[in-house]
């Protein structure tokens, strides 16, 4: 059955970095403020984290409605861990090699939300000044950047693959 888990695992990782290479890839094309857009990352957001939950329910059907707590979280980050990746690298390619200056316009745009930001939360001038300065000293697609959102983005969806693998075990009572 390991190799099932693995398996389904992998497929809907491939299915997911499809989904954020397609929403990517269609929104650079229409509109690159959509890559800036809160709607349009919380979507992302919650389709990682239902085709992580899809992932362990598929594992748990294949494996007759039984899945250990780590047989799930497995599934889980198998998952996102695959679909990240993908994402991330046509990210890379996309702002590094393909079109360098739209990551020079993103990053113009993320700056002018950041500032609109601090000022409805009344941010000292001097504040905002420092962060535009960081802001524009940074490349935010280069590849330390990248592995490093990476990572952040691990972390956060390993702590709710906790939650969904928490949620979704169910030991099989004739392997106790």
Avoid: H, R
Wanted: charged content about 15%; overall charge negative; glycine content about 6%.
């Amino acid at each position: 059955m390991e190799k099932s888990l693995k398996s389904i695992a992998t497929n809907y990782g491939l299915y997911l970095g499809v989904l954020l290479t397609l929403i990517t890839v269609l929104a650079y094309a229409i509109n690159l403020e959509l890559l800036t857009n809160m709607w349009v990352g919380i979507f992302i957001l919650i389709a990682i984290i239902v085709l992580g939950i899809v992932s362990v329910a598929k594992v748990k059907q294949a494996q007759n409605g039984f899945a250990t707590f780590k047989q799930s979280f497995t599934a889980y980050f198998i998952t996102v861990l695959i679909g990240l990746l993908i994402s991330t690298f046509v990210s890379y390619l996309l702002f590094n090699v393909v079109d360098t200056e739209a990551a020079e316009i993103l990053k113009e745009k993320t700056i002018v939300q950041t500032v609109d930001m601090m000022e409805g939360f009344n941010a000292p001038t001097d504040k905002i000044d420092e962060t535009i300065a960081q802001m524009e000293a940074q490349n935010q697609y280069s590849l330390g950047n990248i592995a490093k959102g990476l990572a952040g983005y691990l972390v956060f969806f390993s702590i709710i693959g906790l939650i969904v693998a928490a949620a979704m075990k169910k030991s099989n009572p004739d392997a106790e």
